[in-house]
């Protein structure tokens, strides 16, 4: 038909995909001139302020929980199509095409981080730096949820699963200046941060610390409720408390006021309206809940109430 344009088809040798796809990203990102940090035999880059940790050809995303190779990592870095993306990785980034050498995906064991004989940092940086409520805290803190680690002295928030063993360990530098959080290996992410309650239902969120501070700023009966918090965007261990508590009916998703975090609300909404739950979104006023609960408690405004009883 007059002024349609048919798309071109493009066919790729198997050997072409290989070549593609075990392209060595350290050598790519190093040649358009962006930054990389060595740690151990992986390199960590950044997507804005969230981390991407690259080994050989190979990419993980640990906000968004997802990663690929060569291939998946240019169409989804520098914005192109496979076929673009195949052009780009053949013909070198305008260099000459370094394959990366084999990677072997190693499985480390989960291990919790040491543990402190006390949790004086721990509770001053939750209490004074967090604002949160010292009950919450102390909720948590009695059932082994949050405790002090050594040598650095994080906040190490635990994840158990139902036969009450520890799965996941998020961690959170205690101290006034540190940006550090990052999940142990080997962690689980079906088990990160979360608490079971008995009602109908569950209250999902990117970080620990928001979870808290939601709970900070909701207090009545909270403990009846489920909550959970992803350690990132993704959804694992919200569809792992459904399973594991069947009663649940209403889901709250209360992930950060950002791109990121509401575009992970409507793409987990949408699955859940799928499988016949009812879901809604709770957007805090500022870029997360702990923001919100800080500036709360400088304006001397009362506690607001989205929780539902």
Known sequence: MKGETMATYIHYTQEQKDRARTTDLVDLLERQGERLKRSDAEYQWRDGSNKVTIKGNLWYHQYEQVGGDA????????????????????????????????????????????????????????????????????????????????????????????????????????????????????????????????????????????????????????????????????????FQCLKDNPNIREVYLCLDNDDAGQKACKRISDKLFVQGYKAEILTPTHKDWNEDLIIMQKEGEPQWTTQLS
């Not at 919790?112 to 939750?126: G, H, T």
């Not at 082994?144 to 994840?159: D, K, R």
């Not at 959080?181 to 999902?204: C, M, Q, R, V």
């Open 71 to 238: 291939i998946d990592f240019v169409r989804r870095f520098y914005n192109k199509d496979y076929p673009e993306a195949m052009e780009y990785l053949l013909n070198g980034y305008g260099g000459t095409l370094t394959a990366a050498p084999p990677v072997k995906r190693v499985e480390k064991d989960f291990e919790m981080p040491l543990r402190n004989d006390n949790m004086r940092r721990v509770y001053a940086y939750l209490l004074h730096q967090r604002g949160l409520d010292r009950d919450v805290i102390n909720a948590f803190a009695h059932r082994q949820m949050i405790y002090e680690s050594l040598p650095h002295h994080n906040a190490v928030f635990v994840g158990f699963d139902n036969d009450g063993v520890p799965r996941h360990a998020h961690k959170r530098g205690s101290g006034s200046q540190s940006t550090y959080k990052g999940n142990a290996d080997g962690s689980t992410p079906e088990y990160s941060f979360h608490w079971n309650g008995t009602s109908n239902k569950i209250f999902l969120f990117e970080a620990p610390i928001d979870m808290l501070s939601y709970i900070s700023m909701n207090p009545h009966g909270w403990q009846q409720h489920t909550y959970a918090a992803s350690c990132s965007v993704a959804d694992r261990v919200l």
